[in-house]
């Protein structure tokens, strides 16, 4: 996976342990063989994403794909899109919303609010690992576009 050769950091943002070894697991299986970096809170993604100052600069020039689960502990992972998606240094991050929320209003709000693209975790194991192996597929030809 690359955004024009450069290797691609996968930040993982997914509190549940079990679908957090699921996910890495079948992101290999499909063989994606990035570092994937996992946080199970938000506020930590988001010191690695912008930064503890939140500004941005720490990622800028840096190439992330973003996995963000919208259940998290400390705060709602559309409020971690929002953040991600109206900072000019991180606005054009691929965001991938892997959630057991399939609310039509919830999954319209995340594409307005720039996710590329919204999983639903199925509760049955073959179906989610099946998601994330075409996920695994995706992560493979995509291109990270420049974040200036």
Same mark, same amino acid.
């Given at each position: ?80 899109? @929002? ?24 999954? @319209? ?33 995509? @291109?990270?576009?420049?974040? @200036?």
């Amino acid at each position: 996976m690359n955004g024009l050769g450069k290797e691609v950091t996968i930040v993982m943002v997914e509190d549940d342990e079990g679908h957090a070894r699921l996910i890495e697991k079948n992101i290999r299986r499909a063989g994606v063989h990035n570092e994937v970096v996992p946080f199970t809170n938000g506020t930590e993604a988001l010191d690695f994403v912008l930064g503890k100052d939140r500004s941005g600069l720490s990622s800028a020039g840096k190439f992330l794909l973003i996995l963000l689960d919208l259940n998290l502990p400390d705060m709602s992972g559309i409020d971690i899109l @929002q953040k991600i998606k109206s900072n000019i240094h991180t606005k054009r991050l691929p965001v991938v919303i892997l959630t057991t929320t399939d609310d039509e209003r919830e999954i @319209q709000r995340c594409y307005d609010l720039g996710a590329n693209v919204y999983i639903t975790k199925p509760v049955e194991y073959e179906s989610f690992a099946h998601a994330i192996r075409q996920l695994g597929l995706f992560f493979s030809v995509i @291109q990270i576009p420049e974040t @200036q």
